[in-house]
């Protein structure tokens, strides 16, 4: 803690804003609890569309709180499916239309979808520098208060499959350029945009939940969590091996019990955890 905070009071120092940044990196809880957050900007970057699924509980809550909530896909999703039928653009536009109507569950609106249109599975592969730079300007576009990303890990690498591995690294990068003005410094001079730094984040992952620190009541909201993931029919339905748009009644029963039973409950409620994390964004491993 005091090699953190010896860290972070130099680098404050060196942006003239000690008081502001010190204060945020005090504390790894929130000052206000998720579930009264208001009037926030929340952006979540995830590799795929259905990687937000994690956290669709807490989008809806925020969404009906009267945050606004934009969610930025890197990959299109043209890959992942078991049907030999999809073609790669096919799917490409299967995934991006499951993913505005999972949205729409949430009431999450259509043109806060953003997808950045990089190939499924290969997302380690492109020019980082590239992704990062996109990254960055959305982020100093939307000027999140919170970022929600896959936890690229607390004191270690986290392993996570590929784009997921990926996704972290990028939207933990990002989040550090974005705040340094001669980072990616065209956007400045010439888009009209600004330098900006996210103060708080919301870190997911998918299994191994060790470094989680809060758990967000989603108990009001677990109906549209359900009905959202019943969207994504080529992601995990019986459409991941042989796809078909209209799913029977039944195999939409079956696809929301499942997605029911992925709903993680403790002290009697159902909710999703998260490595909460406040501070800048060069500690966010730490
Ligand atoms: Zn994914």
């Given at each position: 803690m005091r090699e953190l905070r010896s860290g972070i009071l130099l680098i404050a120092g060196i942006l003239g804003m000690a008081g502001t940044v010190m204060a945020q990196t005090a504390a790894q809880k929130p000052e206000v609890p998720v579930e009264k957050w208001t009037?926030?900007?929340?952006?979540?970057?995830?590799?795929?569309?259905?990687?937000?699924?994690?956290?669709?509980?807490?989008?809806?809550?925020?969404?009906?709180?009267?945050?606004?909530?934009?969610?930025?896909?890197?990959?299109?999703?043209?890959?992942?499916?078991?049907?030999?039928?999809?073609?790669?653009?096919?799917?490409?536009?299967?995934?991006?239309?499951?993913?505005?109507?999972?949205l729409k569950e949430l009431g999450i609106r259509g043109d806060h979808y953003i997808n950045l249109g990089y190939d499924d599975g290969l997302l380690e592969f492109e020019d980082r520098k590239a992704v990062v730079e996109n990254l960055v300007r959305w982020i100093r576009k939307l000027r999140p208060d919170v970022l929600f990303a896959w936890d690229p890990g607390k004191n270690f690498q986290r392993w996570h499959k590929s784009d997921h591995r990926a996704a972290a690294y990028l939207a933990a990068d990002a989040a550090r350029a974005a705040m340094w003005r001669l980072l990616f410094e065209g956007q400045i001079t010439q888009e009209g945009l600004k330098e900006f730094m996210i103060p708080e984040y919301m870190l997911y992952n998918d299994y191994d939940f060790q470094d989680e620190n809060i758990w967000v009541d989603i108990t009001d909201f677990v109906d549209k969590r359900v009905n959202a993931d019943a969207h994504y029919i080529s992601q995990y339905g019986p459409g991941w091996k042989?796809?078909?748009?209209?799913?029977?009644?039944?195999?939409?029963k079956e696809m929301k019990a499942w997605a029911l039973d992925t709903i993680r409950t403790r002290d009697g409620k159902r909710v999703e955890g998260f490595r909460y994390y406040r501070g800048l964004p060069d500690a966010l491993g730490k």
């Open positions: 009037g926030k900007t929340i952006l979540l970057i995830g590799a795929h569309a259905d990687d937000d699924a994690l956290s669709h509980g807490t989008l809806a809550m925020l969404q009906a709180h009267g945050n606004q909530v934009y969610v930025v896909t890197l990959t299109t999703g043209n890959v992942g499916t078991q049907d030999p039928k999809l073609s790669r653009t096919q799917l490409a536009e299967i995934r991006r239309q499951e993913e505005l109507a999972a042989d796809y078909n748009p209209n799913p029977t009644e039944e195999e939409v």
